[in-house]
């Protein structure tokens, strides 16, 4: 699809892969409905957008929660005032820690915000895509959707959900005018991360690409059609190569246990904090 003829919905729009990405898109003559839960960082993004175009009726800003009903009952009645072409489910929380460290509450959420909320929202909207001439859906998940990582657990599981979900959707709408893509990002230098994870990342030797170019590819996307994409080509090897022989990469992850540990230990030894959420939107 030319990015000019694109109606996005884009939701994580407020956080810092998703504020790259509304950029983008803008700048290449797409209209976008900007969704995210966080009205401070959404509507900031939304004046700075409107300021950067002289058709305000390019940008447009919606503040709900997408685990909801109420939520998605708003982006499906906005989306379809804007005869929306494109879906980016980009919304997203983190989860990183030994598992038996997670709350229970916290999984609860990392799975309603993760999985729940984009396989629900793209349900409802199918419709008024499918009455698009052409029309895409694309999920954000995560090379940890691919190769499990100690310490990724949890975060790592709801983004299998999506890329299953994207897997089935794609096949089941093949014959349609809807098209269905994955793309899978590695670490992203974006405030998503937490200090632990940043600290594991330094430990572990992770890379964390610059959003910006992760943006980027995201908009090629759209323009492109490519059914999935993993960012990395050591990444794409290691998906392959897990996805057949699991048990050849265990041993791969003695140094992300160690780091794991090692955090974990350092953690427990300082006086305990308020439990915050590692991170909303991406």
Do not use: C, W
Not at 101 to 108: H, K, M, Q
Not at 114 to 125: D, E, F, R, W
Request: aromatic content about 4%; charged content about 20%.
């Amino acid at each position: 699809m030319k990015i000019a003829q694109a109606s996005v919905v884009l939701t994580g729009a407020g956080g810092g892969l998703g504020a790259q990405i509304a950029r983008r898109l803008l700048q290449e003559g797409a209209r976008i409905l900007l969704v995210d839960r966080d009205r401070n960082a959404l509507l900031s993004l939304a004046h700075a957008l409107s300021t950067d175009t002289t058709d305000r009726t390019k940008v447009d800003a919606l503040v709900v929660d997408l685990t909801t009903q109420a939520g998605r009952e708003a982006v499906l009645d906005a989306a379809a005032a804007r005869s929306a072409n494109v879906l980016i489910n980009n919304a997203g929380i983190a989860s990183f820690g030994p598992t038996t460290t997670i709350p229970a509450a916290r999984i609860e959420a990392a799975v309603a915000v993760n999985v729940t909320a984009p396989i629900v929202l793209t349900s409802s909207m199918l419709p008024l895509l499918l009455a698009q001439p052409r029309a895409q859906i694309i999920n954000i998940g995560s090379t940890l959707a691919s190769i499990g990582v100690p310490g990724f657990a949890i975060y790592g599981a709801t983004k299998a959900a999506l890329r299953l979900f994207s897997e089935s959707l794609r096949r089941e709408l093949a014959d349609t005018n809807v098209r269905v893509q994955y793309f899978a990002p590695r670490a992203i230098a974006t405030a998503f991360n937490s200090p632990e994870v940043e600290a594991f990342n330094a430990e572990t030797g992770t890379r964390a690409d610059d959003a910006s170019d992760i943006a980027a590819r995201i908009v090629n996307l759209v323009r492109d059609e490519t059914p999935e994409y993993h960012v990395g080509a050591v990444e794409s090897i290691g998906v392959r190569l897990n996805g057949v022989l699991p048990r050849l990469l265990d041993g791969s992850f003695a140094k992300h246990r160690r780091a794991l540990t090692k955090l974990q230990n350092a953690s427990s030894s300082r006086p305990q904090q308020p439990q915050h959420e590692n991170g909303v939107s991406s």
